[in-house]
């Protein structure tokens, strides 16, 4: 019910005031610093995630000093030979709230507000939506985030109807862990937790996740910048003993290319130029090693 979720994202709130309280003499790690948060600690590298997009599309961003910094962007893109879906972001602060806007093709609204210090290291953030062809009253519930850092901890947590999420990772020297789980005000139930660790060198990273209390979903993934232009990734999931590795290497000051294979052998390629200082283009190849011929060429432009 609604008065069960907001007491439980009350007690959430209180929780993090009270611990911001009893430790308000310790000094303060900078906003950036580590550790991450558990969805950053989690998510994958970049030499297997960003940059492989096969979708064509144009972008273009528009800087306002209307409140000191406001960005307006268009983004076309071309999902299908007779079809052009468009999105319009809109960027802003006020009093420092920062505000964020997206309207699509469709007519669905989405809207975010962010304060990031709401209380001494805590950051609430506040997002609904709102679909095409729909009444504002049958908008559903906002949801509502918060992030609290102190010292070598971060933790999190966020209410959207009758769930709740909730993270943290702590650190220790090169060590960071983390924890997360789910609960549903409806049933009282809660949901399986994961948990991660990450092992950070010199010039290298391992991370590995548990999802659930039964340990057969588990992956691990190993990062390592062997030189200034060249970075290699390999990762490997339990479930259906998947694996995938990369590279991203810089061809110059401007361009970067990139490259990936997965244990389902499909293969991707990356590729990045700074056109001019405001304007880059990416290309990206995806080919089914199994099927030559089922393939996928998408190219983006993004001008500032």
């Known amino acids: 019910s609604t008065k069960s979720t907001t007491e439980m994202f009350l007690r959430s709130a209180l929780v993090v005031a009270l611990a911001a309280s009893a430790n308000a003499a310790a000094p303060m790690r900078l906003r950036g610093g580590a550790p991450a948060t558990y969805a950053k600690l989690t998510e994958g590298a970049s030499a297997l995630t ?3 997009s096969t979708q064509s599309k ?3 961003s528009h800087g306002s000093d209307l409140n000191g910094d406001s960005t307006l962007k268009s983004t076309f893109t071309r999902d299908s030979a007779s079809k052009i879906s468009a999105i319009f972001d809109a960027k802003s602060s006020y009093q420092g709230v920062n505000l964020d806007a997206k309207l699509d093709g469709s007519g669905t609204i989405k809207g975010e507000a962010s304060y990031d210090e709401i209380i001494p290291g805590a950051k609430l953030t ?4 709102l679909d095409g062809g729909k009444a504002v009253k049958d908008m559903a519930a906002p949801k509502i985030s918060t992030e609290y ?3 070598n901890m971060v933790a999190c947590a966020s209410v959207e109807g009758s769930n709740l999420v909730a993270s943290g990772v702590v650190e220790a020297g090169d060590f960071q862990v983390g924890a997360a789980t789910t609960y549903d005000a409806n049933d009282g139930s809660m949901g399986d937790p994961s948990f991660a660790a990450r092992y950070k060198g010199g010039n290298f990273a391992v991370t590995a996740v548990a999802n659930g ?6 992956s691990a993934t190993y990062t390592q ?3 200034d232009d060249l970075d290699v990734a ?5 479930d259906g003993n998947k694996f995938s590795v990369g590279a991203n290497y810089k061809l110059d000051g401007d361009a ?3 490259g990936k294979i997965n244990s389902d052998g499909i293969l991707n390629v990356g590729y990045q130029r700074q056109l001019t200082k405001g304007a880059t283009l990416n290309a990206g190849l995806e080919v089914d090693t199994n099927n030559l011929d089922n393939r996928k060429v998408g190219v983006s432009l993004a001008v500032k």
């Open 50 to 52: 960003d940059g492989y």
């Open 58 to 60: 144009i972008s273009v």
């Open 126 to 129: 506040v997002s609904g939506k």
């Open 149 to 151: 850092r102190k010292d």
């Open 213 to 218: 209390l039964k340990g057969d979903d588990v």
């Open 225 to 227: 910048t062997v030189s």
């Open 234 to 238: 390999g990762s490997f999931s339990s």
């Open 256 to 258: 970067s290319v990139k």
